[in-house]
């Protein structure tokens, strides 16, 4: 993995913090520990290549480590507040990352057949998936970190796998869905 790139990273959202809202975190360390180090975690169930779809992207949690985690991965960051879709598409550029970055309701977006959703904090699990549905190719999965006390949810045309429990972060548990061939 590129350590290297990851540390840009936190240093971009710490320059930009403020300006954007992006974060109240001010310290690095603390940056990687809380939202860095649980995306990369993910990376564990993904794919090595395919398309990515991480839906309210924000600041780029989790979609950016993961794609740096893993590069075979091409990018659909999706973020409706502009100016943050506007500081992702500096990240893509700056970290060299194969992305593409919109900035409108992932609604109102034509199918973008991908490989594997991932979203943090966005919504219900089962509106989330239901977004995602609309993009997700036959075979394609879901992996959501959410609270520890979740339980899973039944989402139409999705089928629950199984969930993780990690050691990272605010969401512990890993929630894993696949989408029917």
């Known amino acids: 993995m590129n350590n290297e790139a990851l540390e840009r990273y936190c240093s971009e959202v710490l320059r930009f913090r403020g300006a954007l809202n992006l974060t109240s975190i001010r310290s690095e360390k603390e940056f990687m520990a809380r939202f860095v180090i649980p995306s990369v975690a993910l990376a564990q169930w993904m794919p090595e290549a395919g398309r990515l779809l991480d839906i309210g992207s924000g600041m780029g949690i989790p979609g950016i480590p993961l794609l740096v985690a893993k590069p075979g991965l091409q990018g659909v960051l999706v973020e409706r507040r502009k100016k943050r879709a506007e500081f992702l598409r500096h990240i893509v550029r700056t ?87």
Request: proline letters at 9%.
């Open 95 to 181: 970290l060299q990352l194969d992305a593409e970055v919109y900035d409108t309701d992932i609604n109102v977006l034509p199918h973008l057949g991908v490989n594997v959703c991932v979203a943090r904090a966005v919504t219900h699990i089962p509106d989330l998936l239901k977004m995602c549905g609309r993009h997700a190719e036959p075979g394609a999965i879901a992996v959501l970190p959410v609270p520890q006390s979740a339980e899973p949810a039944p989402a139409e045309g999705w089928h629950f796998d199984m969930s993780y429990f990690i050691e990272a972060g605010d969401e512990q548990q890993i929630h894993c869905y696949s989408y029917p061939s």
